[in-house]
């Protein structure tokens, strides 16, 4: 019966202060967490803007040398501007009609111009420099410097740097690449 007693008076279990204790500490836990989670939904937007403009950017950059490697001569370049000479699989330069594979591709003259807000492209005939511009990408930064060549004269590489504003307003983003003209011994 002693022990029973004994048994009975030391029962297992929390005291209130424990519990107490055990609640508060998991109210700041929990807190925490919290704090975290608006953090990531508040910034979660910024992120994807930047993502997209990334996305859009890197589009353009692979689109513009793509068509610097198939090109056969650089005709005009300046830092904003580019035009060359390269086959495109059009039926005629400036259409929209794409040409059956068994047909040769079109020797056409591509112009890239960067402004203050897009890039825009023009596709004419050889040594036509001006058409109906079609704009590839905007929210451009740096319209003045999107282009680099070399060598100085009759150049054989491009390159192509793409700033974009970072959402955030805290600089700008940049995407570079460039390209050879892989067709330049083509010059027919």
Known sequence: MARRLTAARREDGFTLVEMLVAM???????????ILLVGAMRSQP???????????????????????????????????SISFQTYV????????????SSVSATKCEVTYTCSST??????????????TAITIFSGINNPSSVF????????????????????????????SDGASLRNATLNN
């Open 24 to 34: 508060s500490m998991g109210v700041v836990v929990m807190g925490g967490v919290l």
């Open 46 to 80: 910024k992120l994807e803007k930047q993502a997209t403009n990334i996305a859009t950017a890197r589009f353009a950059l692979e689109r513009m040398t793509r068509e610097i490697r198939n090109g056969i001569v650089v005709d005009k370049y300046t830092a904003s």
């Open 89 to 100: 699989r059009h039926t005629t330069c400036g259409g929209s009609t794409m040409a059956a």
């Open 118 to 131: 897009s890039c825009t492209r023009i596709e004419a005939a050889p040594s036509v420099y001006t058409g």
């Open 148 to 175: 680099t060549w070399s060598p100085s004269t009759s150049p054989t590489y491009i390159g192509v740097t793409l700033k974009i504003p970072d959402p955030e307003g805290s600089g700008a983003l940049t995407v």
